[in-house]
């Protein structure tokens, strides 16, 4: 049988009517909707995830901080702060762990004398085993004296080493009958040791902030069920606060030029966390510290708390649901919006929009106290909406290119086309070595089906055939060589490169042979049975043409074996052969079985020939007619004659009409009269006439 390696046609398209449906493709393809579609659910649901699980935390805080850093300076003017700082203990000569407290009765005193209008203390007095001693009754006398003092107890978050049966400790007993009040030296602290929140207390007791204002008599004190309710600090600036030295006033200087304690509530603090004097300070961050290094101290945090309730001033937090619906909006406008814009628009335009929700954001903190996560728009949903803009615009472009690569397919095959787009250098006579993948197939009996119709009915059938076939072909990515007839000849990996290509060219006979039992019930044809074969070898792959007549295709003795495999499906009974080159790289993908070795017409060399029979997930189904078969050419191929008959006979029983057990019964009669030579180990030599 002639190998069939021959493709000729001419490069020429009709270009008016390509063009034209060119023009009508890219209105179809460019859809809005998909691309707008598919970035606003990218980049709301982003949006609805950051909002609300713990991923997100870093820019909802951000967005917190960040206006504040726009923020004008800001100077109160009531609230003062006494710090007890490190130069104090060195100009008062104090333990800081054994404290006089000697000194704070001086210091209250001195405070009234200046005109303070109330004391606060960030210092914990809670170490009742400490001896009561003259230091002590003086400084509760002073606070008695006084009446504007408030002392702070301590609060213990949830701690599994306390068996204390509280989570608080009040001050001890003379100190807290002494002094005007006292509230929870609680700050609200943030994993990244920031403090955000404004804290009333507990609802048993008020916050330090709280009590004092509460002491203050201010208005929205008078309300108890307003105490727990969710608010949040307003940092005024870096540095809001006068501030004094403790020792400075115990010791009984006088008060720098300019500086005045008068009607002021001084908040008095050591800096340390809640404990006794001298321990460890605790500090925060600000929105500054990033800028200046700088972290406040509890006690500014509990005066700014006070300034925030005494000025009604406390920033207050878009409610969740409300900030789920904008963050909703703002991301699915984004996305479908700049996904229907170009890629230099859309950036212009996201820049844009980020500016303006940051604007919104930090008007809207600074101006009326309202924050919300804008940050989620402006750093997450943003370059989401761009970047599915720029992913969408590359994709419809692609598209785009893929319709007009479609549209010459309408006269070339695909591969072709893309080659002769990427590659001009194939239009030049040559080839080159490429191991490749063959497939040659016809329909069995064409020639009688032929007979029994007109000629316009037999193009009608051919053109479906083909449609089908080459459906096939091109959907496993093969380059069809030649069209002859009914017969096809196609090649895998080239002229692109396709690492899987025996796969792919088993993978392709299969498509076919489903695909024709399909057409067959659909049009109701006469029954088209095709004969494949398959091989892998090295072949010569080029323009085996001229410069002015393309004729793409594939030469070598390996086409030839291709060929001579699907002429022997007509002896076996089969529909797939191949080789065992092709076999043993795709035996994890396919059912197959051996068929024997065979010695074709035009080589010397025996080959091995297996059948393909299905994917390999259908191989229980057809297991034990195969077992028996290979039992049975086993016995073939020792000679012994007699057992593999019967064994053959038995694979007839398991799968009936099987054309390879057919064929070896019949062999086996010629055998039998005619014993084959000594040397003989079961080949077929397909060579006799």
């Given amino acids: 049988r002639p190998a069939r390696s021959e493709l000729c046609f001419p490069i020429s398209w009709p270009l008016p009517s390509v063009k034209s449906l060119i023009a009508r493709l890219k209105h179809q393809v460019h859809q809005p909707w998909f691309g707008g579609g ?19 935390k870093g820019l909802r805080d951000w967005s917190f901080d960040l206006p504040f850093l726009a923020k004008a300076e800001t100077r109160l003017k009531d609230v003062a702060i006494v710090y007890l700082d490190e130069q104090s203990y060195a100009d008062l000569k104090q333990d800081p762990s054994r404290f006089d407290r000697a000194l704070h009765a001086k210091l209250v005193r001195r405070l009234m004398k200046e005109g303070a209008r109330r004391v606060v203390f960030d ?22 004296e006084s009446g504007r003092v408030i002392l702070a107890g ?17 001050p001890i007993d003379l100190f807290r009958e002494s002094a005007a009040g006292w509230g929870l030296a609680r700050v609200a602290r943030d994993t990244d040791f920031s403090s955000r929140q404004l804290l009333g207390g507990t609802a048993a007791l008020p916050s330090l902030a709280w009590k004092t204002a509460e002491l203050d008599r201010l208005e929205l004190t008078q309300y108890p069920d307003q105490r727990l309710r969710e608010r949040w600090l307003n940092y005024y600036s870096q540095s809001p606060f006068l501030s004094v030295s403790y020792s400075t006033l115990v010791t009984g200087q006088p008060l720098p030029t300019g500086v005045s304690l008068k009607d002021k ?28 290094g700088r972290f406040p101290l509890a006690v500014e945090l509990h005066a700014i708390g006070y300034s925030n309730l005494a000025r009604g001033d ?21 996305g479908y919006g700049l996904s229907c814009l170009r890629p230099m628009a859309a ?11 940051m604007g919104i954001g930090t008007l809207m903190a600074n101006m009326i106290q309202v924050w919300w996560a804008w940050l989620i728009f402006v750093v997450a949903q943003l370059p989401v909406a ?11 472009a692609y598209v785009q290119t893929r319709l007009f690569q479609q549209s010459l397919e309408l006269y070339l095959s695909p591969q072709q086309v893309q080659q002769i787009l990427k590659q001009p250098e194939l239009l030049k006579p040559g080839a080159t070595q490429r191991n490749v993948s063959i497939l040659f197939s016809d329909i069995t009996g064409f020639s009688k089906i032929s007979e029994r119709l007109d000629q316009e009915d037999l193009v009608h059938l051919l053109n479906s055939y083909y449609e089908t076939a080459l459906g096939c072909i091109h959907q496993t990515g093969g380059t069809v060589m030649t069209l002859i007839g009914d017969a096809i000849f196609a090649i895998w990996n080239a002229p692109q490169d396709q690492p899987d290509h025996q796969a792919r060219a088993c993978q392709a006979a299969l498509l076919l042979q489903q695909a024709l039992i399909q057409f067959e019930s659909s049009s109701l044809s006469l029954p088209l049975k095709t004969a494949v074969g398959l091989h892998t070898g090295n072949v ?3 323009n085996i043409g001229s410069s002015k007549r393309f004729i793409y295709t594939a030469i070598g003795e390996n086409v030839n074996m291709a060929a001579r495999l699907e002429g022997l499906n007509r002896k076996l009974g089969t529909n797939i052969l191949a080789t065992r080159d092709l076999q043993k790289l795709v035996g994890d993908r396919v059912t197959s079985r051996v068929l024997g070795h065979f010695r074709f017409k035009g080589f010397d060399q025996v080959v091995e020939v297996h059948e393909i029979i299905s994917l390999h997930q259908a191989e229980a189904t057809s297991q034990p007619w195969r077992q028996s078969f290979s039992a049975a050419l086993n016995r073939f191929q020792r000679k012994s004659f007699e057992e593999a008959q019967a064994e053959f006979q038995r694979t007839l029983v398991l799968h009936p009409s099987d054309g390879p057990s057919l064929f070896y019964l019949e062999r086996i009669r010629q055998l039998q009269i005619t014993p084959p030579a000594s040397d003989w180990v079961g080949e077929i030599d397909l060579r006799e006439k």
């Fill in 38 to 56: 598919v970035g606003a659910t990218l980049a709301a649901l982003l949006g609805l995830l950051l909002l609300h699980v713990n991923l997100g």
């Fill in 123 to 144: 210092i914990l007095f809670i170490d009742p085993s400490r001896a009561i001693t003259e230091a002590e009754q003086d400084f509760a006398a002073a606070m008695k």
């Fill in 314 to 334: 406390w920033q207050t937090r878009v409610p969740i649901f409300l900030q789920t619906i904008i963050i909703l909006l703002l991301g699915a406008g984004a």
């Fill in 540 to 542: 010569c792959v080029g």
């Fill in 265 to 292: 509530v001084v908040f008095v603090g050591s800096g340390e966390v809640v404990g006794f004097t001298g321990q460890e300070k605790e500090q925060f961050r600000s929105p500054w510290t990033w800028v200046d």
């Fill in 154 to 170: 301590q609060y213990f978050e949830d701690d599994p080493n306390r068996n204390l049966g509280s989570n608080v400790r009040a």
């Fill in 386 to 396: 761009l970047g599915w803009s720029y992913l969408f615009n590359s994709l419809s």
């Fill in 347 to 357: 950036t212009l335009a996201a820049a844009g929009a980020g500016l303006v929700v």
